[in-house]
Nanobody, 127 residues
Framework: QVHLEESGGGSVQSGGSLTLTCSVR????????MAWFRQRPDRQREGIAG????????SYSDSVQGRFTISQNRFKTSVTLQMNNLRPDDSGMYTC????????????????????WGQGTQVTVSS
C-alpha cells in the first residue's frame, strides 16, 4: 500500500530556509500528482504547492509564491519543498499529499481533495 513520509521540518529564524522531503513508499507506478499543504494555528488547512503528473509544471498559492519551490526527483520517489525567506507566519504543520484520479494539472490541489496524506512535519519560524 502506498504511503507518504515527510521529513525535514524543524525550527528556523525568520529569513532562514528549510527543505521538506516527502518520500513515496510502495509506489504502485500509477500516474499521480503531488502537493504540499499546511495547517497554521487558528487557520484552515491550505494547499500551497502542487506538481503536475509529469512534474514539469508547478503551481503555488499566493502566500508562498516566489519563496517556496516544489520539485520531485527523476524517479518520482520523493517530492521536495524548498522554503526560503521564511516568516513567523509560515509556522505550522506541513503535509504532503497525492492524487491519482483527479490529476490533470499542477493546480489539482486547488480543486480536489487529496486521496492520500502523509503524517505531517512541523515547521516553526521564530522572529
Amino acid at each position: 500500500q502506498v504511503h507518504l513520509e515527510e521529513s525535514g521540518g524543524g525550527s528556523v529564524q525568520s529569513g532562514g530556509s528549510l527543505t521538506l522531503t516527502c518520500s513515496v513508499r510502495n509506489d504502485d507506478g500509477r500516474r499521480r500528482c503531488m502537493a504540499w499543504f499546511r495547517q497554521r494555528p487558528d487557520r484552515q488547512r491550505e494547499g500551497i504547492a502542487g506538481l503536475s503528473p509529469s512534474g514539469e509544471y508547478q503551481s503555488y498559492s499566493d502566500s508562498v509564491q516566489g519563496r517556496f519551490t516544489i520539485s520531485q526527483n527523476r524517479f518520482k520517489t520523493s517530492v521536495t519543498l524548498q522554503m526560503n525567506n521564511l516568516r513567523p507566519d509560515d509556522s505550522g504543520m506541513y503535509t504532503c499529499a497525492a492524487q491519482w484520479d483527479n490529476c490533470r494539472s499542477s493546480r489539482w490541489f486547488q480543486q480536489w481533495e487529496p486521496a492520500l496524506w502523509g503524517q505531517g512535519t512541523q515547521v516553526t519560524v521564530s522572529s
